[in-house]
């Protein structure tokens, strides 16, 4: 059987899509599986060594230069990779306009299916034209977990219950791994401070606060624009035991991560990386609804606050400590 999943971004929503494959490896061993992806986060897909062949997609890039004859070339050179296979299933879990032109362009055998979602989750971007494009559209219960969504939907086209643990098809650490240059020798805490709504954020005072008490532990900093770099270099200027990062690829933000003896972060798509992992994690939430997204598959994962009700610095450092003293 050969599959087709297109989901393209962002990088927490490509990243929740992954226990699809292993749920298709499970059931059908022999099944090829095909992916379509924003060109940002090929490595991370990549990571999976059940997925057969990527396809990148590169929409973001490609809207700045429309209008150049190379980047016509790449569109359609990458309609000729996307129609050089003909697919069983086509499975579009995000739901929106420019999928659907994906899945509609794909090609599939005599009697295949292209499956979709039927509707959208609460405060999802789901565009219901999507639905145009699909032989099958599979309702969902609008509060459905992130990771469950698309699991319910292929599950329930190929026929088997996706109610079972996630398994992210994600490489485990190994003490051997080679360590970049930039990342510290021994065990060090990852602040993911850093995403594009404000309001998501975590106070600066309360990340201070709690890098103190977890002296003398070595703080690490990423950052992905000059005003999150601006944030970690305030943090750090108050934090004697933290350090800001390079600018980091998406290939050495997963390496960063990986290794972390512990990460906290605030509800964005490296958090999430840490806690597919199972990196010792605490996910902050303070705008947005934790049942959305918190990572209910390891014990190794606390998730702390909700939608208007931030954690306090007492709680973090609780389970902070919990979760370090646990592994």
Known sequence: MKILLVRVSSLGDVLHNMPIVADIARHYPDAQIDWVVEEGYVSLVRLNGRVRNIIPFALRRWRK?????????????FFRTLRAEQYDFVFDTQGLLKTGIIMGAARVVKGGQKVGLANGSEGSG?????RFF??????LDPRTHAVARGRLV???ALGYDANTPADFGLPAVSPSD?????MPAGPYVVYFHGTA????????????????ALAPMTILLPWGSAKEKAEAEALAASLPNARVLPKLSMADAVLLARHAALAVGVDTGLTHIAAA????TVEIYADSPRWKTEGNWSPKIINLGDRGTPPSVAEVLAAARSLLSAH
């Open 65 to 77: 230069s429309l209008g150049k004859p190379e980047t016509r070339a790449e569109i359609k050179a």
């Open 277 to 280: 992992f199972t990196t010792p």
């Open 134 to 139: 699909h032989t099958k559209s599979i309702p």
């Open 154 to 156: 292929v599950g329930a």
């Open 197 to 212: 709504r404000d309001a998501k954020k975590w106070a600066p005072a309360s990340w201070i606060e709690l890098g103190a």
């Open 178 to 182: 080679p360590r970049p240059d930039w």
């Open 126 to 130: 789901y565009e219901g034209i999507s």
